[in-house]
């Protein structure tokens, strides 16, 4: 593949094509114009051959993917930050602590981490105890893989105030230990703002950095947009970096109700407000997903709500008359209950369906729930990820409720508007990966082997149509891109293997080009990527 960078026009060629709807398009080459799709066809019928050419050598190039919820400032964050995901167990989760802290100036805090216990054998929570062994003169406080569990050692609960005298806030705990009652250093959901508080401010240099090496990262792995939520903080610095054409991926913001004053002049092709968001409930990892009976571990919970019923039918339809789309974490089976119950009163209340309102997660949805996405015209935002990952473990926060859970097939059956995405950096940011879970719903060593729940998988064609033209719907931008359509962004990714042919290739399959808007932002290049990122 030759290297080319932006053209007023560009000619791709010896490539076979494919779009969401269509299927394999006639032709093997694209003329690219003015960041836009202008002709496909066969080679040897472009009668103007003077268009700078890249030989995809037989490349697949389908629409760039479309990541529908992710955490892009995070990911870039946690890009730079200690890596606690794949620690095997406690020693070496501590280990990575030490080295941590022992390449860093006295004092300074260590955050991030995204661990997993349920990948240590004990299959135990970290305590602060275990965090003061291993580094006891630095502020930690290290997040779980789902971010809705953090662990903070005792001097980042001293510097952050937070003693034995405390109260659960709502929405949010201090876990206590039930023999001694004393804190244990876990905190949970809303807790977490008391520490955040605490955790000196990142200086814009730190934030610009994280952004440049999350949409690097991004561009290496086909994900030409993405979604997700926004503080106001950070705002300025996405404007600036839209302004000044350093933006490789086209972004649709989500604001918290107090801050969207903030976001409503944005309706670019490369930066636009997406929407507010709301957090319905917490996580199952965390036990705070909201159900409607208790889990069967912890039996005594069933989760934490965010807002009471009553107050949270009240914010959504609020939040409805002003005319924006919403967008809400929902996990448990009572908070997607909840969600599409205050979605139907807005609906009843105005009598039209002139919003595109969502559900983030939807993880776990009872059987009559199922249908009323459809009928009310919500929208299922799902990552397909947290189902191969998460399937280690449900059965002992659900029992026989796991059957209810990751119901990507029964929702796009009901007639569902999906759109995926891979919450990165709760999961890993791959597409591929992402497809693989919603094709053959199997860990990366094929397991179990018929797919967990097999009934809920689909096939190749759906899930990239969801990927991408489910993606582009759910930010009301399917008129511009998610296909390869005339007059379309042109927003490409040229894969390796032609995972249509064959859906098992979809692990062995590599990024060979991206594409956004006419630009290539990357070609599989290792050394000629990492010289541009520094």
């Not at 661990?115 to 003169?137: F, I, K, M």
């Not at 005298?165 to 004393?182: K, L, M, V, W, Y």
């Not at 350093?246 to 969207?260: A, F, N, V």
């Not at 891109?481 to 979809?506: E, N, T």
Request: hydrophobic share 40%.
């Amino acid at each position: 593949m030759r290297d080319r960078s932006a053209a007023d026009a560009l000619l791709l060629v010896n490539s076979s094509l494919w779009s969401p709807g269509s299927g394999y398009l006639p032709g093997d080459s694209l003329l690219i114009r003015d960041g836009r799709i202008f002709r496909y066809g066969r080679y040897r019928d472009f009668t103007d051959k003077s268009y700078p050419v890249v030989d995809l050598q037989g490349a697949l190039v389908i629409p760039g993917f479309n990541d529908a919820h992710m955490h892009l400032m995070e990911g870039g964050l946690a890009l730079q930050q200690v890596q606690l995901r794949d620690s095997v167990d406690e020693n070496e989760f501590c280990e990575r602590l030490r080295k941590t802290a022992a390449a860093l100036a006295p004092g300074s805090w260590i955050t991030g981490g995204y661990w997993d216990h349920e990948n240590w054998p004990s299959r135990r929570l970290p305590t602060r105890g275990l965090l003061d062994r291993a580094v006891p003169d630095h502020p930690v406080f290290v997040l779980r893989l789902d971010c809705h569990i953090g662990v903070a050692n005792s001097l980042a609960l001293q510097l952050a105030g937070i003693d034995e005298s405390i109260a659960n806030p709502p929405g949010g705990e201090f876990e206590r230990d039930p023999q001694s009652g004393e804190l244990t250093g876990i905190l949970k959901d809303e807790a977490h703002k008391a520490m955040l508080r605490a955790i000196p401010a990142l200086t814009e240099e730190m934030r610009y950095r994280a952004l440049r090496h999350a949409m690097h990262h991004a561009a290496a792995l086909g994900v030409t947009s993405g979604q997700g939520q926004c503080e106001a903080a950070d705002l300025p610095l996405f404007r600036r970096m839209a302004e000044q054409n350093q933006l490789t991926m086209r972004l649709s913001l989500w604001s918290i109700p107090e801050q969207s004053d903030s976001f409503t002049d944005l309706d670019g092709d490369w930066l636009r407000w997406g929407g507010v968001k709301l957090f319905a409930d917490g996580s199952l990892g965390a036990a705070t997903a909201l159900l409607s009976s208790p889990y069967v571990d912890p039996s005594d919970s069933c989760g934490l709500e965010i807002y009471s019923a009553e107050e949270f039918r009240k914010l959504i339809l609020t939040l409805d008359r002003r005319e924006c789309d919403l967008v809400v974490h929902a996990i448990g089976d009572a908070a997607v209950t909840r969600t599409l119950d205050a979605f139907g009163n807005c609906q009843q209340v105005r009598r039209r369906r002139s919003r595109r309102h969502r559900i983030e997660h939807a993880q776990v949805v009872q059987p009559n729930d199922v249908p009323r996405f459809g009928q009310l015209g919500v929208i299922a935002s799902l990552q397909p990820s947290h189902a191969i990952d998460d399937m280690r473990w449900i059965a002992d926060r659900l029992g026989e409720r796991q059957q209810w859970s990751y119901r990507l097939a029964s929702l796009l059956h009901a007639g569902t508007s999906i759109a995926l995405g891979t919450d990165w950096n709760v999961e890993p940011l791959d597409p591929l990966l992402t497809l693989h879970a919603a094709v053959w719903r199997q860990d990366t060593n094929g397991r179990p082997t018929q797919g967990w729940f097999p009934a809920e998988r689909v096939s190749i064609d759906q899930a990239v149509n969801f990927y991408t033209s489910g993606s582009a719907f759910a930010e009301r931008q399917e008129n511009q891109k998610g296909r390869l359509q005339l007059g379309y962004l042109a927003d490409l990714v040229a894969l390796s293997h032609d995972i249509f042919a064959d859906p098992r290739m979809l692990l062995e399959a590599r990024v060979e080009m991206t594409m956004v808007g006419g630009k290539i932002v990357y070609q599989h290049n290792v050394q000629a990527q990492i010289e541009e990122i520094r």
